[in-house]
């Protein structure tokens, strides 16, 4: 079964950086566009990133794009977000999903529990 655990997340303060993660199974990892979403405490979903298979086009929402950066490793089938310059306002639950094909439109299937980021002084 399709299984995405995300690690990573803890308390950090503004200005500082954390490096997510999310190892995939039970599915091909090669093959699907990958996202990272997140939730802050009492809003919606937003999208925060996505990348294509081999991780050469990469996409990024307004509010993070040039502090935060998606990667991937496929040999070791797992997703990356390094996030830099962190802001109380990025302070949010970070999901790791999966697309249910190739392209940042074609929606998601399988997400992640979610790691916590706090972003405090």
């Known amino acids: 079964q399709v299984q995405l655990v995300e690690s990573g997340g803890g308390l950090v303060q503004p200005g500082g950086s954390l490096r997510l993660s999310c190892a995939a199974s039970?599915?091909?990892?090669?093959?699907?566009?990958m996202n990272w979403v997140r939730q802050a405490p009492g809003k919606g979903l937003e999208w925060v990133s996505g990348?294509?298979?081999?991780?050469?086009?990469?996409y990024y929402a307004d509010s993070v794009k040039g502090r935060f950066t998606i990667s991937r490793d496929n040999a070791k089938n797992t997703l990356y977000l390094q996030m830099n310059s962190l802001k109380a306002e990025d302070t949010a639950m970070y999901y790791c999903?999966?697309?249910?094909?190739?392209?940042?439109?074609?929606?998601?299937?399988?997400w992640g529990k979610g790691t916590l980021v706090t972003v405090s002084s």
């Open positions: 999903a999966k697309a249910t094909g190739n392209g940042l439109d074609v929606g998601m299937d399988y």
């Open positions: 039970g599915f091909t990892f090669t093959n699907y566009w």
């Open positions: 990348l294509n298979r081999a991780g050469t086009l990469t």
